[in-house]
């Protein structure tokens, strides 16, 4: 069983850990980490306002958020 952990498990790992560890200084260096609250809510619009969902699974209605 060691073997599997020096050949297969440990690499993989490293791996992973250099990708992620790329990803990040990706991010930063391309800006994807600066005023994060507003890119967050930039996705919203007037069709759809922040703290309105508008969407729902299919074959069930939302809820109506003036009901309680």
Do not use: C
């Not at 992973?16 to 560890?21: D, E, Q, R, T």
């Amino acid at each position: 069983m060691d073997w599997f952990f020096y050949a297969v498990a440990l690499p993989f790992t490293l791996l992973f850990l250099a990708s992620a560890a790329y990803a990040l200084h990706w991010a930063v260096k391309n800006g994807q980490l600066k005023e994060f609250e507003k890119n967050a809510a930039s996705i919203f619009d007037d069709e759809e306002p922040v703290g309105q969902p508008t969407d729902y699974f299919p074959g069930r209605r939302p809820a109506d958020p003036t009901r309680r």
